[in-house]
C-alpha cells in the first residue's frame, strides 16, 4: 500500500525540541521530493519545509527558518523534521507530503498528491 | 510571497447543486501552478487538481478547475453528500509555497 506515516509528535515545553519522522513505503521514496505542511487547530494549511529528492535543495517557511531542519534518509525511506526553540504558535497537526519530480530531473511539482495522517504537536507549559 | 485569498469563506448549497469556488492570487502564479485540495474533518488533505485544471488520479470528473494568472475556480458540478468539506487552493509555482485560506461548503 502506498502510504505516509508520521511519528514523534507529543507535548513539549515552550523552547524545548522534538524530532518528527516520517515513514514512506509502496513506493520509491527516492524519485519524490517531500515537504512538510502544519495545521493549526481550527486554522488553515501552512507549508513548513520541503527537500528535494536528492537533498539539493531545501525550502524553509519564514516562521520555522533557523529553527527546524529537515532531512531524509533514502536508505530507511524516511523524512524527518528537527524541531527546536518550540514556541506555541508551532502547535499544530504536522503532515508529511510528497512531490512529483519531473522524469527528465529538470523540476519538482510542488502540489502534494499523497499526504499522511498527521502527527500533532502540541507546545505548552 | 505570493498570497492565495478564497471566496466565499463559506458556501452552502444542497446536494445536486453546482458549486463555484475562488482563489485570487496577489501576483501572477508562475505556469499555473495551482492546486485544489479537499479536506474533511479529522482527515488529511487530499489533491483534486493540479496544474490549474488537471484532475488527480481517482478524482471524479464533476470536479473541474480552470483559470490562469491571477485567478483560478473550482467547479463542482454536482454536490454529492460527501462533497461537503473544506477546500484549499496552493500556488507551488514560487517559493514559499502558499495556500489560501480555505473555502467551506456546507448543507444548506
Known amino acids: 500500500e502506498v502510504q505516509l506515516v508520521e511519528s514523534g509528535g507529543g507535548l513539549v515545553k515552550p523552547g524545548g525540541s522534538l524530532r518528527l519522522s516520517c515513514a514512506a513505503s509502496?513506493?520509491?521514496?527516492?524519485?519524490?521530493?517531500m515537504s512538510w505542511v502544519r495545521q493549526a487547530p481550527g486554522k488553515g494549511l501552512e507549508w513548513v519545509s520541503s527537500i528535494s529528492r536528492s537533498s539539493t535543495y531545501i525550502y524553509y517557511a519564514d516562521s520555522v527558518k533557523g529553527r527546524f531542519t529537515i532531512s531524509r534518509d533514502s536508505a530507511k525511506n524516511s523524512l524527518y523534521l528537527q524541531m527546536s526553540t518550540l514556541r506555541a504558535e508551532d502547535t499544530a497537526v504536522y503532515y508529511c507530503?510528497?512531490?512529483?519530480?519531473?522524469?527528465?530531473?529538470?523540476?519538482?511539482?510542488?502540489?502534494?498528491?499523497?499526504w499522511g495522517r498527521g502527527t500533532l504537536v502540541t507546545v505548552s507549559s | 510571497e505570493i498570497v492565495l485569498t478564497q471566496s466565499p469563506g463559506t458556501l452552502s448549497l444542497s446536494p445536486g447543486e453546482r458549486a463555484t469556488l475562488s482563489c485570487r492570487a496577489s501576483q501572477t502564479v508562475s505556469s499555473s501552478d495551482l492546486a485544489w485540495y479537499q479536506q474533511k474533518p479529522g482527515q488529511a488533505p487530499r489533491l483534486l487538481i493540479y496544474?490549474?485544471?488537471s484532475r488527480a488520479t481517482g478524482i471524479p470528473d464533476r470536479f473541474s478547475g480552470s483559470g490562469s494568472g491571477t485567478d483560478f475556480t473550482l467547479t463542482i458540478s454536482r454536490l454529492e453528500p460527501e462533497d461537503f468539506a473544506v477546500y484549499y487552493c496552493q500556488q507551488y509555482g514560487s517559493s514559499p509555497w502558499t495556500f489560501g485560506q480555505g473555502t467551506k461548503v456546507e448543507i444548506k
Open positions: 507530503a510528497r512531490s512529483l519530480v519531473a522524469p527528465d530531473y529538470t523540476r519538482t511539482y510542488w502540489y502534494f498528491d499523497l
Open positions: 509502496g513506493f520509491i521514496f527516492s524519485t519524490y521530493s
Open positions: 496544474g490549474a485544471s
